[in-house]
């Protein structure tokens, strides 16, 4: 699978493939200098129960630890994998409103 970062105007979105099948995009929005929005993940129903929205949203886990930044999932998508994912806890804005990600 790879994925493939892009960034622009504050906003930016990992995208992943597997050959060369449909594309996998999970979209962030930067808010400030210490934290980023996930909004929105969408995996195409032939990558399903195959991990690829995961890998896409540890990327962002990844990239916020070496940036130094916190994680807001708005996304539902987003939100289950952190309350899957208690080792993530590091990342993890605590703003997240109740039942999304905490």
């Known amino acids: 699978m790879d ?5 622009g105007d504050g906003k930016g979105r990992f995208t992943a493939r597997i050959g060369i099948g449909p594309e996998a995009v999970m979209t962030y929005s930067d808010a400030g200098k210490r934290l980023m929005i996930i909004d929105h993940t969408e995996v195409p129903d032939v990558y399903r129960g195959q991990g690829v929205g995961l890998a896409l949203v540890e990327r962002a886990v990844e990239m916020a630890r070496e940036q130094g930044k916190q994680i807001l999932p708005l996304c539902p998508f987003a939100a289950a994998q952190f309350r899957r ?4 806890s590091d990342v993890l804005n605590r703003a997240a409103p109740k039942g999304q990600a905490g």
């Open 3 to 7: 994925i493939e970062h892009h960034t």
């Open 85 to 88: 994912h208690p080792e993530w």
